[in-house]
């Protein structure tokens, strides 16, 4: 096989045979013609190095092809010969030569003549440095087993002349080969015509592809196809060596038809060269299985996205266009970003090499409705480049779009497809699901046409500092040097923390500080690109250096390309900061052992938890590359002048009332649950390193609905947290965010009135009203003094160049808008093209509604059980954020949309490493009030509770043992402590914080949830009992000592038979039965290693010593005169306050049992605050060392006096088009409704997937 400089091609010469034009009388009539083997390499352009970034050369390039090869005598058995064509590639102004090789693979001598039948338009040529006359011939006498290469030379200059006729230049020259054997004599002719197609190369510099990490030089383009040749493809990207991309491979000529355009593969370094031979193969077995006949093929085209397509206002839409036929994208509204996610198919039937020559072409356009589409980009390939991918499949790869009328004006845009030809015998793979992530590696998946400049970037980023950077190595070595008295007596930062930058494939690193938790880096990283480039994210990562082991991840965060520039000729470059950029992963709490949502600090899933912060400056500049990759120390003056300015805080207030908590599942209900307010480090409750606050509500048992899920009984008192922290004055920010998203919300809701209308075929007269009161409203609100966006000013909040370039884009477009409805007001004739319209108006101001620089962390909430985080959820911090009004009575437009409003939120489990989803979708529900703004403001929050009182309580609890009756005798923790017995809180030892004054003596406040059973309140209640089973290792398992118990694991004597009801409850059910509708086997159990540590599982291991199953059945109410007095009896006996339990560490519960050897009850104390009150806190002496003293926070409730009750009616009729669960095709569906602390079930339809249930629901609340 021949390897020319680039690459190679083979194939045989009667499957590739090709005429172009005829052959000469001459070639046709030698006395005795063999077919001889052909491996045959050739290319389509070429790699020209100058120091010129934009000039359009004409190459040159050749491409053999086969002109005609008969057989017309038997080859002798013991003899081969081959012919083996090479074609260089060729510089400007240079001769090119055509390398003609022959073979001799038989032990005889062979002895070959050359003849040419050149065209006038080569005059003459050479071989092996004689004259090559057109009468000429020259004969070569090859040795047995030997190679010998005779080139064909020919003059550049009479090509350049040929092209300005604009023909095709071509030359034919015949091989004679004669087999010297003893006794026979054989004479082989082969006709070959080499076509010479144009060539239209733009050179580009092509270093620091995605795929390599050199530096490399101007990378190759593909060209225009000529007639008989076509567009080529490279890798446009540096070697991993660093060197210059000289030599294009052999398969770049592969394009395929006339006048197709070349593609350049957007991979460099080795696996672009891997991924180029592999195409090889493939092509030669591709194209070898199709027929020569006509058959039927289908090209299947997937449109996933585009990304920063040129212009302001744009409604773009994908024309795809195969040959002559062509499918169009639905359009998408006022967006440089459109998602599409569309499939279309196009079948042709016709010859195979017909078909792999038709062009794919992807058109998009800006969509006008009262004006021709105007072109944005285009970008076309053959169908036989697509043929030679992997599964005649290109996938998920991104076009990079030009326009043909402007060539010269550089990218347009880009766009992700994937497409696929479907051939005779091939198998239908369907394209994979549409990724959406930005992380994927884009470089080096993007083809762009030859002829496209990309122009030099560098990118600088200034790091100055990090902040609160949590504990990543073990301190067992520091507490074993203070149990010695070694090594210093200064708490060790156990944390050496670096930063790590990445882009488009290149990264660079900070130098690594040891042991500091508040590194002050103090510099600056570099990284070269192509721009514009497709990859629109810049990765900072924080890490922790590792000697042993490898270096861990601490936290991930990125800044989108997007929100820190602009395009078009009003935008500018990206630029960023100085500013915070907050950085989340898993929870902060440091463990020896392996960290559970490790994974989540890779910043592909959704952090779970505020990690650091990092003060970040970005900086970009086009037309060079960075010198170097290592960080480079920023100047003493600059950090100065950036820490004294950018490291000004204000206190900030954040205040929440839990109204509710419902839809809680009984995974997590076997346990005291407890909610953390937390912003950034600050409420932390298990991070020492904070101040206490009163972040977390009282542990509460949640009650079951008696139906599936579990509420918290929160009734008059709703629990309240509140943290202090300090943040930076970032409201210019934030009140012009909000005041966008507001305007957004409310042209929203008057579009959706005007859809509704039109859907239900309102009056015309109607429907037009509303319209006019929708643009007549968007005036009012773009024209309101209130409602402008502030303007930044550095005297008054931290801004940045970035805050003054954001402004006078959004006054700019804000603008265009009221002009544009004022228009519309006075013109609008049709109603479907004006909504249209208005639609546009509402994508424009999504566009604007963003904040790239907000460094205030999000508010988190999350769910603990039994001291273990189980459920989060995040809130932007602007969405609750407060803006002061001078008039108190009113509330000014830049709050946040959830500021002090009750609102909903779902709180949701920490994802799972491969992102899928649990059983149990929402892992609770909230009705919260939430509440920040600064300190000076903290006196607004109480306008949030129209109704509700809000109290501060001081809290203690008493612990007695049950050592021969009740008393203090034998108590194993103090006699007044908090909740969890570690710290002595007695109650003559609180003494008022500063600024508040006791209002109330101590009194006993019981747990809210002992004063609720589970079927209070209720007429009909599911009752439930676990059976309970265990094993010792290697056995069967048996019945443990508590057989049958409830949820908590409480022994229920008797087992289910014995259960006995109250005088005004019956049986509903007959029996009782087997509950499988939940995460269990197939027998109904749930596993786990022992039963005080719950987490049970559905598949069983061997470890498991433990399972249980639920047995369920209904009961309704009959109450009656003597149970009612008796029910109130018992709960003036609840009213003493008292909770008991086995042992103080174990679950403790409302009704005394004879096993129970402690018991608990708290005790509060109300606290009001004077004038300039700061927050409350008590202070404690440690037990054991009087040198450590103990801050404990006191608690906060929200008391209303009158409730109000609800009832809700859910009519359900039916419902269509049920997803199948079952085997057979259909399913049992079911209804179930929830609201507050009810749920309700409909009844079961079996097998079915039109379930009709026509049946009322009623809750009452």
């Not at 043929?387 to 779009?401: A, G, P, R, T, V």
């Not at 861990?552 to 989108?560: K, M, S």
């Not at 006078?808 to 544009?820: D, F, H, P, V, Y």
């Not at 908090?978 to 019981?1006: H, Q, R, S, Y």
Request: negative net charge; proline residues 6%; glycine residues 8%.
């Amino acid at each position: 096989m021949v390897m020319s400089g680039t690459g190679l091609l083979t194939g045989t010469a009667s499957m590739f045979s090709r005429k172009s034009r005829p052959m000469s009388s001459e070639s046709r009539s030698p006395p005795k013609l063999l077919a001889a083997s052909l491996e045959w390499t050739s290319h389509t352009c070429t790699s020209l190095k100058t120091a010129r970034s934009r000039r359009e050369l004409h190459a040159l390039g050749s491409n053999a092809v086969i002109g005609s090869v008969e057989d017309h005598h038997k080859k002798p058995k013991d003899s081969e010969v081959a012919f083996e064509v090479d074609t260089p590639h060729v510089r400007l102004g240079d001769d090119f030569n055509v390398d003609v090789r022959m073979k001799n693979t038989s032990n005889k001598e062979c002895t070959f003549q050359y003849r040419s039948t050149a065209t006038p338009l080569f005059y003459t040529g050479c071989v092996q440095g004689k004259p090559f006359h057109d009468s000429g011939m020259i004969e070569v006498t090859i040795p047995g087993n030997e190679v010998v290469s005779a080139p064909l030379s020919v003059p550049a200059a009479q090509y350049l002349k040929h092209l300005k006729a604009h023909e095709q230049p071509w030359v034919e020259v015949e091989l004679y080969g004669r087999v010297q054997e003893s006794g026979l004599c054989d004479l082989h002719t082969l006709a070959l015509e080499l076509t010479v197609p144009q060539l239209h190369v733009e050179l580009v510099s092509g270093g620091g592809g995605g795929g390599g990490d050199g530096e490399g030089g101007d990378a190759a383009d593909g060209g225009d196809g000529g007639g008989g040749g076509g567009g080529g493809f490279d890798d446009g990207g540096g070697d991993d060596d660093g060197d210059d991309d000289v030599a294009p491979t052999a398969d770049e000529a592969a394009g395929g038809a006339a006048g197709a355009p070349g593609v350049v593969m957007g991979g460099g370094g080795k696996e672009g060269k891997v991924q180029r031979r592999a195409m090889l193969r493939r092509r030669k077995a591709n194209r070898a299985q199709l027929p020569k006949k006509p058959c039927d093929f289908q090209v299947r085209v997937h449109v996933v996205e585009a990304r920063k397509l040129v212009g302001q206002n744009i409604n773009p839409v994908v024309n795809v266009r195969v040959w002559d036929q062509v499918q169009p994208t639905a359009v998408k509204k006022a967006t440089n970003r459109p998602l599409f996610d569309q499939t279309f198919y196009f079948s042709f039937h016709m010859a195979p090499r017909e078909f792999l020559d038709k062009v794919v072409t992807f058109e998009v356009m800006n969509s006008r409705t009262l004006r021709s589409d105007s072109m944005i980009g285009t970008f076309q390939f053959d169908t036989g480049l697509c043929y030679d991918f992997e599964n005649h499949s290109i996938i998920q790869k991104w076009l990079l779009l030009t326009n043909p009328v402007d060539p010269n004006g550089g990218p347009k845009g880009y766009l992700k497809i994937s497409c696929s030809v479907v051939g005779p015998n091939d198998e239908v793979k369907p394209h994979p699901k549409a990724v959406l992530d930005d992380n994927c590696d884009i470089e080096s998946n993007l083809l762009r046409p030859s002829g496209v400049q990309l122009a030099p970037a560098t990118f600088t980023v200034r790091l100055y500092r990090a902040e609160d950077v949590p504990q990543m190595d073990t301190a067992l070595f520091e507490g074993l040097k203070k149990a010695i008295g070694v090594g210093s007596k200064k708490p060790k930062e156990l944390v050496d923390p670096y930063v790590q930058m990445s882009f488009a494939g290149n990264k660079s690193e900070t130098t690594t500080l040891y042991n500091n938790a508040n590194p002050e880096f103090r510099e600056e990283l570099k990284i070269g690109c192509k721009f514009p480039s497709m990859c629109d994210r810049i990765r900072l990562r924080i890490m922790d250096k590792d000697n042993f082991n490898r270096d861990d991840t601490v936290g991930t965060a990125y800044l989108n390309l997007s929100e820190i520039s602009a395009p078009g000729e009003t935008g500018f470059l990206p630029t960023f900061g100085p500013c915070w950029i907050n950085v989340y992963g898993s929870p902060r709490e440091y463990s020896d052992m392996m960290d559970e949502y490790d994974y989540l600090n890779q910043g592909i899933l959704e952090g779970v938890s505020y990690r650091a912060r990092m003060l970040v400056e970005v900086t970009s500049e086009i037309g060079s590359l960075p010198e170097s990759r290592r960080p480079q120390p920023i100047d003493d003056a600059d950090c100065a002048r950036v820490e004294q300015y950018f490291l000004r805080r204000r206190k900030f207030q954040l205040r929440a009332a839990f109204m509710s908590g419902t839809l809680v599942p009984e995974q997590v209900a076997d346990s005291p649950l407890s909610f953390e307010l937390s912003i950034g480090n600050y409420g932390n409750e298990l991070d020492k390193n904070v101040p206490p606050a009163s972040s977390t509500t009282q542990p509460t048992n949640p009650v079951s609905d008696g139906e599936y899920y579990y509420y918290l009984p929160w009734t008059a008192s709703k629990p309240c947290a509140s943290v202090t922290c300090h943040w930076e004055d970032v409201a210019v920010r934030i009140d012009s965010l909000n005041l966008l998203i507001n305007l957004c919300d409310r042209l929203d809701r008057n579009v959706q009135r005007v859809h509704h209308l039109q859907q239900a075929q309102a009056p015309p007269a109607e429907t037009a009203r509303a319209f006019i009161d929708l643009v007549d409203c968007l005036r009012k609100d773009l024209e309101d003094p209130r409602r402008q966006l502030p303007k930044p000013s550095r005297s008054d909040h931290i801004v940045t160049k970035l805050d003054f370039q954001i402004h006078a884009i959004r006054e700019q477009e804000l603008k265009g808008i009221l002009e544009s409805a004022e228009q519309l007001r006075m013109s609008a004739t049709d109603l479907v093209e004006a909504m249209n319209e208005v639609d546009t108006y509402l994508s424009r101001l999504r566009n604007l509604a963003f904040e790239g620089q907000n460094s205030v962390p999000d508010v988190i909430i999350w769910m603990l059980a039994n001291k273990k985080r189980v459920a989060f959820a995040r809130i932007p911090a602007s969405e609750v954020m407060y803006a002061h009004h001078e008039d108190k009575t009113k509330w000014n437009e830049a709050c946040g949309k959830n500021c002090g409003k009750p609102q909903t939120v779902y709180l949701r489990w920490p994802p799972k490493k491969d992102n899928t989803s649990p059983k149990y979708m929402v892992a609770a529900q909230l009705r919260i009030v939430i509440w920040l703004g600064q300190d000076q403001y903290a006196a607004d929050w109480i306008r949030c509770a129209d109704e509700g009182e809000i109290s501060v309580y001081a809290e203690t609890y008493e612990n007695q043992a049950n050592f021969f009756g009740w008393g203090k005798k034998g108590v194993s923790r103090p006699n007044w402590s908090d909740v969890n017995g570690k710290m002595a809180l007695e109650t003559d030892k609180f003494t008022e914080p500063d600024g508040w004054k006791w209002t109330e003596d101590w009194f006993i406040n019981p747990e809210l949830s002992l004063n609720f059973s589970q079927d209070s309140g209720k007429s009909e209640f599911l009752e439930d009992i676990f059976e309970y089973q265990q094993r010792i290792p290697g056995t069967s398992w048996t019945h443990s000592k508590t057989s049958w118990g409830n949820v908590r694991g409480d022994e229920v004597e008797g087992g289910r038979d014995e259960v006995e009801l109250e005088d005004d409850w019956v049986w509903q059910d007959v029996e009782w039965s087997l509950d499988k509708n939940r995460a269990c086997d197939e027998d109904g159990y749930e596993y786990t290693l022992d039963p005080s540590m719950a987490g049970y599982v559905p598949v069983e291991r061997n470890y498991h010593l433990c399972r249980r199953r639920r047995w369920v059945r209904r009961r309704v109410r009959q109450l009656t005169d003597k149970q009612r007095k008796k029910m109130a009896k018992l709960q003036d006996k609840m009213k003493e306050g008292w909770e008991y339990s086995r042992l103080f560490s174990t679950k403790f519960h409302a009704i005394e049992k004879k096993i129970d050897m402690a018991r608990r009850r708290r005790w509060h104390r109300k606290l009001t605050a004077q004038e300039d009150a700061s927050a409350p806190l008590f202070y404690f002496p440690d037990a054991d060392d009087s040198d450590v003293i103990h801050q404990v926070t006191p608690r906060m409730f929200m008391t209303f006096k009158e409730p109000h009750r609800y009832q809700l009616r859910v009519y359900l009729y039916q419902a269509r088009n049920v997803r199948s669960a079952d085997s057979s095709g259909l399913s049992d569906p079911y209804c179930r409704v929830a609201m507050g602390r009810q749920s309700a079930t409909s009844i079961i339809l079996k097998k079915t997937i039109m379930p009709t249930w026509d049946q009322t629901l009623i809750l009452d609340d």
